[in-house]
Each structure stands twice: as structure tokens, then as C-alpha cells.
């Protein structure tokens, strides 16, 4: 507890994780919704279909690819207070 107090245990990782699978979740949606609005009005949109496709394969690649450059930060301030921590003993 005197760590999370003293901001030394740092809990954004875990909140970046539950950002991600919102994220995913919601590309991936996203991607549903492109392709039933392709065919809603009478004729198939085939560029709406494959981008809502592309969409749904990529976009959630995109969203993990973004949360993992913001958990790198957090790595490193782990990484470089576990050298200080080696260095003063």
C-alpha cells in the first residue's frame, strides 16, 4: 500500500489493458456496423464491405500496437528504478 501511495507501483498498465479491450471491442463494432450499413438501402456497397472488413482485422492490431508504445513507457521506468535500486547496494 505504501507503494501505490508513494506512486512508486504505477496502476495505468492496468488501466491501459482495459483501454485496449474496449478499444478492440469497439473497432471490431465498428466494423459490424460498416458492413450492415453497406446493404441498407437497397444495394451492397463493396468498398464499405471490404474497409469494413480491413476494419475489423486491422483495427484491432492499430489499437494494440498504440497501447503497447504507451505500456513501454511504464517498462522503462521499471526497468531503469530497478538499476537505481541494484546501483545503490
Known amino acids: 500500500m505504501n507503494d501505490f501511495l508513494t506512486f512508486r507501483r504505477m496502476i495505468t498498465p492496468v488501466i491501459i489493458q482495459i483501454i485496449f479491450w474496449i478499444g478492440a471491442i469497439g473497432v471490431f463494432v465498428a466494423g459490424i456496423f460498416m458492413i450492415a450499413t453497406a446493404c441498407s438501402g437497397g444495394g451492397c456497397d463493396a468498398t464499405q464491405i471490404i474497409g469494413g472488413v480491413v476494419l475489423m482485422i486491422l483495427g ?16 522503462m521506468n521499471e526497468t531503469i528504478t530497478g538499476i537505481q535500486n541494484n546501483t545503490k547496494k
Open 60 to 75: 484491432p492490431l492499430a489499437v494494440r500496437v498504440w497501447c503497447e508504445t504507451l505500456i513501454l513507457f511504464f517498462r
